[in-house]
């Protein structure tokens, strides 16, 4: 029983993670209808970035708040790249993101190389059901709820929100009432950042990060922002939730090796069933 809540709370903490890097695909997919393949990028740029500040004797707070900023500006950098110049075909964009991330891995190197890093946030752990728990997955999960309550919040109530869920639903509409759907656009990008850079400042002292954890957080994020159909923010938390959880019950029970493939097959699971039913669907209409 210990070793099953130890699982399942470890689980609940990455699959937060993950919803956050996936909340950062949906945000950028609803308003510019592109997937950014360089998503992956931003939480490995904010661990990596805050183990460097702390290194040089920054206190907490002051690092993940720089991570996390420095993780925005490059998405608000990938963003005028990709969508920058009107009329550029979202497959470019596309294209553009996957370069941008590829490229990215040579900068990591360059500035931090090559070997894993990690830090520490919240010292301590709890006794629970007789499973010692670490502090730091609760933060974590608490970090992660007040987000996505945040960003409920900014969707419904601040113009700028409004803005991009207009852009979401009708981008013609949208330039008709006088909103810039490519500066909503890079807004997005912007706000993919700053939540694929928390996710990173989260995620680092539970797995360190390197040059080339942006995959397996890419991927991850991925398989819970299609979920929702890279649609819904909260579809997202549901589907980086179910992820972790999966994650940590094959790690603990069969084999860590298999964790990538746990994502993989809920990507292709989720992709199988949302054809289905839009087939089923377009059928009934006919």
Known sequence: MSAFLSYLISGLAIGCTFALVASGFVAIHRVTRV?????GTFPVVAGLTVSSM???GLPHGVA??????LAGVIGLVVGVIAIGK??????ASLVITLGLGILAYAFEIIVWGDQ???YSMLRGAVDIGGARVAWQYFLVIGATLVTFAALGLFFTRTYLGKALSACASNP???RLAGINPIRMGLLAFALGGLLGGLAGVLITPLQPVAFDSDVLLATS???AAIFGGLNSPYAALVGGLLLGVLEAFVAGYINASYQTEVAMVLIIVVMIYQASRRSTVSEEVS
């Open 35 to 39: 997937v950014n393949f360089a998503q």
């Open 54 to 56: 702390l290194g040089r």
């Open 64 to 69: 993940e708040l720089i991570g996390i900023v």
């Open 86 to 91: 009107r009329g550029t075909p979202t497959l």
């Open 116 to 118: 894993p890093v990690s």
């Open 172 to 174: 013609y509409a949208a």
């Open 221 to 223: 994020g991925f398989a």
